[in-house]
């Protein structure tokens, strides 16, 4: 009698068996019963064992893994792209950063100024001079000093950078007086100080700031500071220049202002000698300007400009383990974004983008049909950057996308190779001959990032190879006397084998090929003691999984899951092998080489979705030689 339970769950296969053995020892029955109407039977000396011969199943266990299961839910910044791919698997990633276009500190462009105020030059010939003398009489006398800052590293080569304009929130000018050359004026008959702004400043609430008034206290070499608020400074001598490069030599680089002394000789003071030498000592410090805006032109900061080569194993340690990799993404895309306060015509500049091998094979980004063109220069038009008159504060996003056009940089090219290394460089820059000036902001920050996309879209030479362990495995099930402890009307066993059986269900469009090494609890190779050779769980040592069959229906290419069974016959020694395993060292590689017929027909690049699955199911069938137990 052949016996045979098919691969399901353990205690099923257990219970059937039971169930089987049953019926049939009941039908053996009957039928000596039914002899035993014509012959001498004695029931109670009937013999209750029986030879048999019976196949046993047993599944070990089974898994199937999606390639949905394995990416989870976008942690590894892989998703399902329901919209654009419909399912297609797809790797998304922003990688962002900072760069300060310009320092812009507008105090350390202004000289500190010391000006002598000759009193004598400025009292002689007044009615209240005579024979070198002031007499006191308590009238008020103003004494007006014109005084020029200088800008210092501004506005004097203007082949680099300039200053048009400002619009300033607040500013500190500490002011300092000393008498000189013999001056018999006493601080206390100062009745006031105050600075004059010129006309290149506008301040609504007036042109005259008061430096100093009677009774705030100080004296003279002592340092007098005040805060001067919400003015603007245009140091433009034309402000409608015809042309941008009129705009090159139409500035100043000097602020005018007047210091006016009013001083009151007391009538007790008498009459006052004024030597020729007596003069005033003003000096001028600008410590702090807080700005709201400035136009202008400036130049780059070096953070502008970026430069490197970057080893992706530095920053990703698996990628040694990777002993083969070609994925050629047929669809990948990098969108650049600028983001920035500072209004202008902008330049993005790149001097070149590529990827190398570590055989110093080399892929370069092009920018034309003729796949020549290595370098890109992207000029912003005026719908993408910020124009010079938006409101201060407001922001303007720039793009930049490269993908597989020829002339957005034809970056599938550098996905042709292994990508070792990432080399770049880019600038940015703004068009003065597009906007003569820019408007700076006190954020002169230009923020950007690349938002990777790649979808998992193949175009054909698919390579991945990868090497590993699968460790802390436990076969000590696979012992063939534990295999059948649950089918108790075995008496004994005299004869038994086994077949290991390894289904296989395909749907990832890829070919994988596997070689597997069994190691021992002491990470040795293990050894077939029939053969003296490493010892291998198939009859092959390289395990072939072929890609799904694809068939044109219905305007496309559809793909049939492949299935392939592999059949192991194993005794009971090779099973006492196989529990010694508890590690596999293992090689993978993946390729589309089995695809090729598919490719030449004109299938669509090989397309991974989240429903993409392997199937494996393990189980162990016993041949099985006993006697039989018939008792009830």
Known sequence: MRFFAPIVETNKITNDMKKLFTILSVASMFTMLWQGCEANVDLNNIDTSVEVKANVATPIGSVKATIGDFVGDGTWGIFIDSVKNHGVLTFKDTFSIARNFHNLDLSQYISNTTLKMNVYDKVEGQPYFVNGKITGNDQPIVLTFPLTLKLNGINNNLNHQRIDSALINDAKFVSNITSIGGLPLEWDWIEKVELKLGKNFHRSAGNIVTVYKKGDGYGYNQNIGVSIDEFSLNLMKNKNPESWQDYSNNVVDTCNFEIMMHIVVPSSAGE?????????????????????????????????????????????????????????????????????????????????????????ETAYATFDEKETKHSLYKYFTKNEYLPLDSPIGAEATMHVLFDKDPERGHIDKLFAIRPDKIGYKFSVKFNQQET???????????????????????????ELAYAD?????????????????DVDMVDTLEKAS??????????????????????????????????????????????????????????????TALESVEVVNVDREDLETIQRIKS????????????????????????LTADNHLRIKLAVGANVEGVLKLEF
């Not at 090689?587 to 090989?606: K, M, P, R, T, W």
Request: charged fraction near 20%; charge should be negative.
């Open 272 to 360: 006052i000698l004024i030597p020729s030498t007596a003069a005033f000592q003003y000096k001028l410090d600008v410590q702090f300007i807080d700005y709201e805006a400035v136009w202008g032109m400036f130049e780059p900061s070096k953070d502008m400009s970026s430069e490197a080569e970057d080893v992706i194993a530095t920053y990703w340690s698996p990628w040694n383990d990777i002993l083969k990799l070609r994925l050629p993404f047929a669809e990948p895309s990098v969108n650049m974004l600028a983001t920035t306060q500072i209004a202008g015509a902008m330049i993005m500049e790149g001097d070149y983008l590529y990827t190398q091998n570590a055989q110093g």
């Open 436 to 462: 003569p000036q820019i408007r700076i902001t006190k954020n002169t920050s230009i923020k950007l990032d690349a938002i990777c996309n790649l979808p998992m879209i193949f175009n054909q030479g698919v």
């Open 469 to 485: 362990t699968i460790k802390g495995i436990d076969l000590s099930m696979l012992d063939l006397d534990s295999l059948l402890s």
């Open 498 to 559: 086994a077949k290991l059986v390894i289904k296989i269900e395909n749907s990832i469009p890829l070919q994988f090929k596997g070689v597997l090494t069994c190691l021992d609890e002491n990470n040795n190779v293990i050894i077939n003691p029939k053969t003296n050779e490493p010892f291998l769980i198939t009859e092959n040592d390289t395990i072939v999984i072929g890609a799904p069959q694809y068939e044109f229906n219905n305007h496309t290419w559809q793909g």
């Open 584 to 607: 596999i060292a293992y090689h993978v590689s993946l390729d589309d080489e089995s695809l090729a017929y598919a490719y030449e027909q004109g299938l669509f690049n090989v397309k």
